[in-house]
């Protein structure tokens, strides 16, 4: 699990979501990523700081969404992804649910790799 302080606050993950005017898209260091199975909303920030939702349309079960989210937060350290300033808010798509520990460890290198490009 990640530290509270590395956590994204609700405050924070609306922020990301904020439409942005023309003016500020030019100025803006936010970035939309996706996989088959992830979808990423980051911008840059002075520390790591990290969010993940994962719908009922992928798990029903509460206990099996919230381990997809603690290996999903343990795969992000495992990556890389907190040596990054970015703040960020990862989604969950349905089919995660029959990838092997490898294959999402496999896409969220494949992000960390664009993420480091744009920097």
Request: hydrophobic share 40%; net charge positive.
């Amino acid at each position: 699990m990640i530290p509270k302080s590395h956590r994204l606050t609700r405050k924070e993950v609306d922020s990301l979501f904020v439409p942005q005017s023309p003016s500020q898209r030019s100025a803006s260091t936010r970035q939309i990523l996706h996989t088959t199975s992830f979808f990423i909303v980051a911008e840059q920030s002075k520390i790591f700081k990290a969010g993940i939702a994962v719908p009922k349309k992928v798990f029903k079960r509460a206990v099996d969404r919230n381990a997809l989210r603690r290996s999903v937060f343990d795969a992000l350290r495992e990556v890389g992804f907190l040596s990054l300033p970015y703040a960020m808010f990862v989604s969950v798509k349905k089919g995660v649910s029959t990838l092997t520990r490898r294959d999402v460890l496999n896409e969220l290198t494949e992000l960390y790799t664009k993420l480091n490009r744009s920097e």
